[in-house]
Every structure is written in structure tokens, then in C-alpha cells.
């Protein structure tokens, strides 16, 4: 099967709400540089502000169906399986790059509470990083800060 003979959004669509086309940024961030599969799950979740977190099981076959077509090598590189795009698949994205977007954006669009998922994200990230290394009067204190800001939730909903 020639590359990109997969229909309007390839091999590996994501199906439902936060996800995207898996094919179209793994062949876009590796434009940019070689990485591994855990690099651009990585990636692919920050660009899309952690609306979209793929799956292994959605990254690693659509890397070998990518390796198939002849779009990409995989090379071990300090120990790990790197992938990189071939001349044929610097081509294809060159060729499609208006077309493919930017897809981890458009995975993260859900409408008017995008703001608001994002800085719900980043919450949780914070308080993640205080259970971590944070001392105990840190814990305490950021237990009150988050139990002040579900109350004020509840409160500007009692406004409407």
C-alpha cells in the first residue's frame, strides 16, 4: 500500500473526545527530531495541554505501520528504539504539512471550558508535585489552599 493510503486521517485516528490523529503528530514531531515511542507520548500530551494522552498500544503500532510504509527507521539509539523519518517521509510531510495541522491542538479543543480543563490539569500537576517533595506543614497547608478552592467553586455556581 502506497504512503498515506489510509484515508483522510491515516492509520491510528483516535476515536472520541481529547484525542487526535496519532499518525499526523508522530510523523510531524519526528520532522522535527528522532525520538523514542515514551518521547512522543510525552510530547503529544504537553502540546495538547493533557487533553490528549496516547496510548502504547496507539503509538507503537502506528510507528511499525509508519516503519512498513517505508515513512520511518528504528534504530536503537543509547539503548532505545528511535524512531526517524526516511527521506520518502520528510517528503510525504512536507507535502501534507498544511493538511496536517497541528494535531495535538485540535485534540485539546473542546470548546469553551478548554481554559478551564487546562488550568484543572496544571492543578493537579502542582498539588502532584507538593505530595512529592513537599514537608509536612507544606502538605497541610496545600490541602487548605485546594479544600478554599473546591468551597469557591461551589460558591460561584450558588451565584447563578
Known amino acids: 500500500m502506497p504512503p498515506g493510503s489510509h484515508g483522510p486521517h ?21 520532522d522535527e527530531q528522532p525520538r523514542h515511542g515514551y518521547e512522543l507520548i510525552q510530547e503529544i500530551t504537553d502540546r495538547s495541554a493533557g487533553m490528549w494522552h496516547p496510548s502504547p498500544g496507539s503509538v507503537y503500532p502506528t510507528l511499525q505501520g509508519l516503519e512498513d510504509e ?39 479543543d473542546v470548546g469553551p471550558d478548554l481554559a478551564i480543563r487546562r488550568e484543572i490539569l496544571a492543578l493537579r500537576d502542582a498539588a502532584t508535585q507538593v505530595v512529592r517533595v513537599g514537608t509536612a506543614t507544606q502538605l497541610t497547608a496545600a490541602t487548605d489552599v485546594l479544600a478554599t478552592a473546591r468551597k469557591e467553586l461551589y460558591r460561584i455556581l450558588a451565584e447563578s
Open 70 to 108: 517505508g515513512l520511518i527507521t528504528i534504530d536503537t539509539v543509547d539503548g532505545r528504539r528511535t524512531a526517524s523519518l526516511t527521506e520518502a517521509g520528510a517528503q510525504w510531510v512536507e507535502e501534507r504539512r498544511e493538511s496536517l495541522g497541528a494535531p495535538w491542538e485540535s485534540a485539546g
Open 10 to 30: 491515516g492509520r491510528g485516528r483516535g476515536r472520541g473526545r481529547g484525542r487526535g490523529d496519532i499518525r499526523a503528530a508522530i510523523l510531524l514531531l519526528l
